[in-house]
C-alpha cells in the first residue's frame, strides 16, 4: 500500500509543475491538489510540490554519483623501456578518462628502459641466494611521484591499477626462474605500502621478439611466468604484445619482429592496458553492487 501512494505522489508532479508554469505565463491558476484556484493556494501548493520532489524525487548528483563512483581511480603504469616507450596521453588516459570521468582519474607513469625488476622489488634474490647492494631505489622514485599525486587530490582512492610492462632484462640476464615470484613480491610489496588489499594488476606478456631464445637465452620463460603469475594471482590479467613489434617505430624506420614496438603498437599497447583495467574495475563494482543486493 505504500508503495502505491508514492506512486500516486509522484504522478501528480508533472501536473503541479504544469501549473507553476501556467502561473509564470500570465494564465489563471490551474486547480492544485484540491487548494483552489487563488494565489495563496497556488503558493501552498508549491510549496508541497517542493516537498514531495525533495522526499521522493532522485537527485541527479546522486544518480551520477552511483553510476560514475565516489573517489579517483589511481592507475600506476611503470616497467623498462617498452613502458617508457609507451605516452599514456595517446590512448591510455583518454579511455580510462572516457570510462571514468576526467576528475575521478589519476594516471602515474615512471618507467626507465633496460632495468631489472630488482631496481623495483627490494626483496629481490637471485636462483643461488646472493643478492645484490642495491635494490628497489626506482620503486622509490615511482612511489614518490604516486604519494604526491595523492596527495593534490581532494578526492578518496577508490581503486588502485598497477600496469606493469618489463622482463626483458631478466631475460636477458637469466632470471627467468624467480621472474615470477619475483613479481609477485612487488605487487605484495606495492598492496603493502598502500595499505590495499584490493589493488588491480596487469602485466604485458614480452613480445615474440626471441621465441628461439638465442639473444635473451630466458625470454620464453620470462613470457611462460607472467602468463602463469597472471593466470594464479586474483584481479591480474596479462595483455598480448605479440603483434605490436612490427611497421615503423618512433623514429620514422621500418621494423619486423623487433625488441621495441612500432609507432602504433604503443598506441594500441596504451589501450589494451586501459581496456583490461576499465574491464577489472567495472567487474569488481558489478560483484560488490551483486553482494550489496544479496538477502
Partial sequence: MKSTNIRKKLFM???????????????????????GRTRKS????????????????????????????????????????NMAGMKPEESFTPAVEKAFGKEHVIVVKDAHGGQPIRRW???????????????????????????????????????????WMQGERDANEKHGEIYKSSLSGLFEQLASDLGRKDLNFVVGRLSDFDM????????????????????QT?????????????????????????LHYSANGYVILGQRFADEAIRMIESRKDQSVEKSVTP
Wanted: net charge neutral; with cysteine.
Fill in 13 to 35: 508532479i508533472p501536473v503541479a509543475i504544469n501549473a507553476i508554469t501556467a502561473t509564470w505565463s500570465g494564465m489563471k491558476t490551474p486547480f492544485c491538489f484540491g487548494l
Fill in 42 to 81: 497556488f503558493v501552498l501548493g508549491a510549496f508541497s510540490i517542493t516537498v514531495m520532489m525533495s522526499v521522493f524525487a532522485v537527485s541527479p548528483s546522486s544518480v551520477n554519483a552511483e553510476s560514475d563512483g565516489v573517489g579517483v581511480n589511481l592507475f600506476i603504469l611503470s616497467g623498462q623501456s
Fill in 121 to 163: 622489488y627490494k626483496d629481490w634474490t637471485s636462483a643461488d641466494g646472493s643478492r645484490p647492494a642495491k635494490t628497489g631505489d626506482l620503486y622509490d622514485r615511482l612511489m614518490q611521484k604516486v604519494k604526491s599525486e595523492m596527495k593534490t587530490g581532494e578526492s578518496t582512492i577508490v581503486t588502485v591499477t598497477f600496469v
Fill in 212 to 231: 628461439s631464445n638465442q639473444k635473451y637465452p630466458h625470454w620464453t620463460l620470462v613470457r611462460e611466468q607472467q602468463v602463469a603469475l597472471a593466470e
Fill in 234 to 258: 586474483p584481479n591480474c590479467v596479462w595483455v598480448d604484445t605479440d603483434d605490436l613489434n612490427d611497421g615503423k617505430n618512433r623514429g620514422g624506420k621500418s621494423i619486423k619482429n623487433d
